[in-house]
């Protein structure tokens, strides 16, 4: 069987029926970890992050997952899709606040480009909630082309704090 190596993105600024954003991110994490499509899951520290676009929300909790998988790209989509829509997950606006996002940074060295699928994940270099906990779970990255470890934004803990070690 063949694995490759995924980074995931997880936050959330909601709370609902089915827990606070950070349980929303902690029952995702338990989902990956208690799945046979997943193996060595690690998990960054959890960051409470000021919301980053439209900024009248509240604040996100925000990590990073890293796994082996054995689901092709757009299997792994769903999977991640269905966990967003079990977190009860409604969007109430572009760029808004959301109980669960579960987003597909980087697959492999793969590039992937087609109507449900940009990776690496088009923001990804632009988001230090999503560079700095990538750079905790692995220093050696480079996306296009680029060294994380040498980018400024990713050592950049502006509106970003730890709330928990995972
Ligand atoms: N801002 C932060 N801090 N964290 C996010 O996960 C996040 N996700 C988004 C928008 C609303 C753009 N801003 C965010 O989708």
Not at 59 to 66: H, Q, R, S, Y
Not at 71 to 85: K, R, S
Not at 103 to 114: A, E, K, P
Not at 130 to 150: A, C, F, R, S
Request: aromatic letters at 8%.
């Amino acid at each position: 069987m063949d694995w490759t190596t995924c980074y995931i993105g997880l936050g959330g600024n909601i709370a609902n029926e089915h827990g606070t954003p950070k349980e929303h991110l902690k029952n995702a994490i338990n989902a990956f970890k208690n799945s046979e499509y997943f193996k060595n899951v690690a998990t960054s520290s959890l960051y409470s992050s000021k919301a980053y676009g439209v900024t009248d929300q509240p604040d996100f909790i925000n990590a990073v997952l890293k796994a082996d998988t054995n689901l092709a790209p757009l299997d792994l989509l769903d999977f991640c899709q269905n966990l967003e829509n079990r977190a009860g997950r409604v969007r109430l606006r572009h760029w808004g606040e959301r109980c669960l996002d579960v987003d597909i940074l980087l697959y492999g060295n793969h590039t992937i480009q087609n109507d449900r699928l940009t990776v690496p994940h088009q923001e990804i270099l632009l988001r230090n909630f999503v560079l700095v906990p990538l750079l905790e779970l692995d220093d050696t990255l480079i996306i296009h082309g680029q060294k994380i470890n040498e980018l400024t934004l990713s050592h950049d803990m502006k509106g970003l704090t730890i709330t928990e070690s995972l």
